[in-house]
């Protein structure tokens, strides 16, 4: 038995936001991943309390990706004391860089002298203006600011896939692909019992997994030989439509739109979904498989986001890296839009119909989108297509439950909520799941089974608890592994 190595479950227990794991060996503390909770009415809330462990004893943390539930609270861990070493891919820090920035230009804003930046506070956290915390965040009170993420930035160095990397005397670390967004890692962290008792022990947290094979993105790497496994399991218990299925389905859904002469809404997560979408639409509108309409990009984040993709290609799967080399760009097309100010955003409206917008959030729970929501969730023409997980709690979420429902039930004035106002829902809802960027039940299956000779134990994390529990039981029924779904804050030792 190792005198100690344990793991506690501070985060991404009960919810798919959150992620925030603290891994002990016998003189070492180290956490992986630090991100906002997100989605809950409550989330501001529970951000802002004190971390339940002392930030200054805290020697690594390491970044799995750069999507704010993983990473929205490292410059509140450096705030209130962490001066440890930050790790991660380098294109994880490159990204991290600009979400962070994006974030405290929200939390930085005056809603008193500055009527944009009051409009965009209010939309940028939460769903209306009674509920200013399903964001995550709050400019009447910050998490943290310029210098806190100035600190984190000097702590933060980077690692890249594929090399054994010495941690200190008890840890060293390789990282694989995780295929989830660009520079996303899976982290095989192997403990030495530095007083010669007990044996080398390798723990491995996947992040969050992609959904195998991308438009984009290399294939999840296997995991072979883990001895206790950390699993993300935001689609836990159900499966996405087959590749062939979804991309007739977006096929469809945007040659309708276009023929009923609407506007197509896209909400669109800054990073990974707002690139495959653009991706996607190149390949239809540079092959004349769709009619030609305007397009529009309303997301500078986003387009931050598409110019480091476009950067860092060679992480690329080789397919799309062979269009690149051929002259292809990729993230670029006849008719596309980059907008760029809150009057061009704003100035889309008068853009004839038929017209495609993609705009964040991917949740809809802050950004530009809810604007466009507000003005084409009431016009049959139009469609909302939701291309991801939308959590519970946040705006998308009760959109999407609005797809169930028929037309003629919609139109007898079902409304949402949305800054205050009832904003009634006529426009046709739809649904692709298959381009989420996490794996879906099957494939989280397939991946544990890959390393079910060595597992003693796996942690099912990050998804909703039905998601989770399900997940586990399947894991024990299917692979007869030990899995189970922990509890918040309860130490697991692992032996």
């Known amino acids: 038995m190792n005198k100690k190595l344990q793991i506690t479950f501070w985060g991404g227990i009960g919810s798919v936001t959150g992620a925030n794991f603290l891994l002990e060996g016998e003189n070492t503390k180290l956490l992986v991943d630090c991100g906002l909770l997100q989605g809950a009415t409550n989330a501001y809330e529970e951000n802002k ?65 500055d009527r944009e930046g009051s409009q965009r506070a209010s939309i940028s956290n939460g769903m209306n203006a009674k509920d200013p915390s399903q964001s995550g965040l709050s400019p009447e009170s910050p998490l943290y600011s310029i210098l806190d993420f100035n600190q984190a930035m000097l702590l933060w160095k980077t690692i890249p896939y594929h090399t054994q990397t010495k941690v200190n005397d008890e840890f060293s670390v390789y990282l694989k692909d995780a295929g989830h967004i660009l520079g996303s890692s899976m982290y095989e962290f192997t403990f030495t019992p530095t007083l010669g008792v007990g044996e080398k022990v390798k723990v491995v947290f996947t992040g969050d997994s992609g959904n195998s ?72 509108v540079e092959d004349k498989r769709i009619p030609s309409v305007p397009i529009f990009l309303d997301s500078p984040l986003g387009q931050k986001v598409t110019d480091i993709y476009a950067r860092d290609w060679r992480d690329f799967n080789s397919g799309v890296q062979s269009e690149i080399k051929s002259g292809d760009n990729i993230f670029s097309f006849p008719k596309l839009n980059i907008t760029h100010g809150s009057r061009d955003s704003q100035a889309i409206v008068n853009t004839a119909n038929p017209k495609i917008i993609i705009a964040g959030s991917g949740m809809s729970s802050g950004g530009r ?127």
């Open 49 to 113: 309390k004190p971390f339940p462990y002392d930030p200054k004893t805290i020697d690594f943390l390491f970044i799995t990706h750069a999507h704010m539930d993983h990473i929205g609270r490292v410059c509140k861990l450096v705030k209130d004391g962490f001066r440890g070493v930050i790790y991660s891919t380098p294109e994880t820090r490159e990204l991290a860089n600009v979400m962070l920035l994006d974030a405290i230009k929200i939390m930085d804003i005056n809603p008193v002298r």
């Open 213 to 284: 094979p991308t438009p984009l993105l290399k294939n999840t790497e296997p995991i072979t030989d883990a001895d206790y496994l950390i699993v993300d399991s935001v689609y836990g218990d159900r499966n996405h439509e087959s590749k062939d299925e979804r991309d007739a389905r977006f096929k469809q859904i945007v040659t309708e739109t276009i023929e009923n002469k609407g506007a197509l809404v896209i909400p669109a997560f800054s990073v990974e979904r707002t690139q495959v979408i653009l991706y996607e639409l190149n390949n239809l």
């Open 369 to 495: 989108v809810i604007d466009h929501e507000i003005h084409f969730l009431p016009d049959p023409k139009s469609t909302i297509l939701l291309m991801g997980y939308q959590a519970l709690g946040t705006l998308g979420r009760r959109i999407q439950d609005f797809s169930s429902k028929a037309p003629a039930l919609r139109s007898l004035g079902e409304a949402v909520e949305i800054k205050g106002s009832m904003i009634p829902v006529r426009a046709r809802i739809e649904m692709i799941s298959g381009y989420s960027s996490h794996k879906d039940s099957d494939n989280l299956v397939k991946m544990v089974s890959d390393t079910a000779k060595t597992v003693k134990k796996v942690f099912v994390v990050m998804g909703e608890p039905k998601s989770s529990i399900y997940l586990a039981q399947r894991l024990r029924d299917e692979l007869e592994v030990d899995a189970v779904y922990p509890e918040r804050g309860k130490v697991y030792r692992l032996e």
